[in-house]
């Protein structure tokens, strides 16, 4: 069975009871400034991660979210997300290369800098009290 495409509201829905919940998508991933984000990639020095992203708004965030989790080759992840129990990892991390690059901002060099970016990465965790039984851990844009 196919998995049925997310609306935008319902989308928004999860994104901001996840946020309440624990999840970090807005908080470390929309409107950061130029010294957070750099902050963030210090944070992390040595992950094996060069740069941090931020996009420009929340709406870009769920724009890029709502492509990502509706593309037809995320789909049977998806749908073996929601009815598999996952003991050990019950993560379900999805990504998808836009149809048009969107403006995101990188921590990287000692400051940020404005860049188009194509690939958007969404990480899930089972919440049976939220709508499709979904959390939002993350959302983010990737270089490349």
Request: proline letters at 6%; hydrophobic letters at 40%.
């Amino acid at each position: 069975m196919p998995y049925t495409p997310f609306t935008l509201s319902e989308l928004k829905l999860i994104f901001q009871l996840s946020e309440a919940g624990g999840g970090h998508a807005g908080q470390r991933h929309v409107g950061i400034d130029n010294d957070s984000l750099w902050g963030r990639v210090q944070d992390y020095q040595g992950s094996g991660i060069a740069a941090r992203t931020a996009f420009l708004s929340f709406n870009d965030q769920l724009q890029a979210a709502l492509e990502v989790l509706n593309a037809p080759a995320n789909s049977a992840a998806l749908e073996d997300f929601r009815v598999n129990k996952r003991p050990g990892r019950p993560y379900c991390e999805v990504s998808h290369a836009l149809a048009a690059p969107l403006r995101m901002r990188y921590g990287m060099g000692g400051g940020a800098k404005t860049f188009p970016c194509r690939l958007v990465t969404v990480v899930l965790d089972k919440n049976l009290a939220r709508p499709r039984q979904m959390h939002v851990v993350t959302c983010f844009g990737e270089m490349g």
